[in-house]
C-alpha cells in the first residue's frame, strides 16, 4: 500500500512527505528530475510529469491512494485530468485533490475555474476522493515583507469582506492525516470537501493593524488597487498569471474568502490543536529579519 505524492518538490508536498514518513507510511514522490529532490529515508522517487502519460502509468503502478497537487500553469486543468484519468485506469481508488476555496464563486478566475473543473470531473466520474479547498496561503505573504517593513505598507489587495488565511503547515498536516485516514480505511470512504481556513477572518486593515503592532510602527493598507497590483507583479511572474492574480484580487475585494460554519471547530479537531494564526506568522517573520 503506497501514498503517491505529487507536487513533492514544492513547499506543500514536501511537508506532506514528512508528516506520512513520521507517521509511517509508504511514500513514493513523483519529480521531475529525481537529481534534483532530496527527501526523508524510505520515499521512493518515480521520475514523471503530468504531460507525459508514460510515465505517470509507470509512476502510479501499485499505488494506493493519490494526493494531487497542480501549480498554477496554462495547462493545469489538463494536466489533473490527465492524471486522474491515468489514476483511474491504474486502479487508484483513493484520492486527496488540493483544490481551492470557492471555486464556484471565483468563476472567472482562471486557476479557481481550471480546479472547478477538475472537483466537477472526480465527483461525476465517481471517484472516492477527499476535495481540499484552502483559503489564501498566509506564507504567500513572504513576498512582500520588504514592502511593509522598508516601505510601511501592507499592499496586497485583501480588502474589506476579509479572507479566512490558513498556514500552509496546517494545509500539509491536514493533507497528510486526510491521505492516511483514506489509505486506512477498510473500503473507499466516500467524496467529501473540506475547506481549509485559518482561525481569524482579516481584512486589509486587520493585517495592517497586526503588522503595526508586530512591528511597533504604523502600516498602512494600501492593497486597493488591482491594477498596479498586476503591474508589480509583472516583473516577477508571467504577465497571465500577474492577470490572474489580480482577477483573483479583484474578486477578495467583491467576495472574501470567507469561512462557513463549522469550518475552523472541524479543522482544530482533525489536527487536535488550534489553526497557526496569521500574528504567529508575523511574529515569525519580524524575528526572522
Do not use: C
Not at 40 to 52: E, Y
Not at 119 to 137: D, H, K, S, V, W
Not at 148 to 177: N, S
Not at 219 to 238: S, V
Amino acid at each position: 500500500m503506497t501514498i503517491l505524492v505529487t507536487g513533492a518538490t514544492g513547499n506543500i508536498g514536501g511537508q506532506v512527505i514528512q508528516h506520512l514518513v513520521n507517521r509511517g507510511a509508504d511514500v513514493r514522490a513523483l519529480v521531475r528530475d529525481p537529481s534534483k529532490s532530496s527527501f526523508p529515508a524510505g520515499v521512493s522517487v518515480a521520475k514523471g510529469d503530468f504531460l507525459d502519460v508514460d510515465s505517470l502509468r509507470s509512476a502510479f503502478d501499485g499505488v494506493s491512494t493519490l494526493f494531487l497537487l497542480n501549480a498554477v500553469v496554462p495547462d493545469e486543468f489538463t494536466q489533473a485530468l490527465i492524471a486522474l484519468n491515468v489514476a483511474r485506469s491504474a486502479g487508484i481508488e483513493r484520492i486527496v485533490y488540493l483544490s481551492v476555496i470557492h471555486p464556484d464563486v471565483y468563476v472567472n478566475v482562471p486557476h479557481f475555474a481550471g480546479k472547478f473543473g477538475v472537483e466537477r470531473m472526480i465527483e461525476q466520474m465517481g471517484l472516492a476522493a477527499t476535495i481540499l479547498r484552502p483559503a489564501y496561503f498566509i506564507q504567500n505573504d513572504l513576498t512582500i515583507k520588504d514592502v511593509i517593513t522598508g516601505y510601511g505598507v501592507y499592499p496586497m489587495p485583501v480588502g474589506t469582506k476579509g479572507l479566512a488565511m490558513i498556514d500552509v503547515r496546517d494545509i500539509a498536516e491536514i493533507a497528510a492525516i486526510e491521505l492516511l485516514r483514506r489509505e486506512q480505511a477498510a473500503q473507499p470512504l466516500p467524496f467529501t470537501r473540506i475547506n481549509l481556513v485559518g482561525p481569524d477572518t482579516l481584512t486589509g486593515a486587520d493585517i495592517a493593524a497586526i503588522w503595526s503592532d508586530v512591528l511597533a510602527r504604523q502600516i498602512n493598507y494600501g492593497g486597493g488597487d488591482t491594477a498596479a497590483f498586476e503591474q508589480n507583479l509583472k516583473p516577477f511572474m508571467p504577465a497571465w498569471m500577474a492577470y490572474d492574480m489580480r482577477l483573483m484580487g479583484e474578486r477578495f475585494l467583491t467576495d472574501g474568502m470567507l469561512p462557513e460554519g463549522g469550518d475552523v471547530e472541524r479543522l482544530t479537531s482533525l489536527l487536535g490543536r488550534p489553526l497557526r494564526s496569521y500574528r504567529n506568522f508575523a511574529l515569525e517573520t519580524a524575528a526572522s529579519a
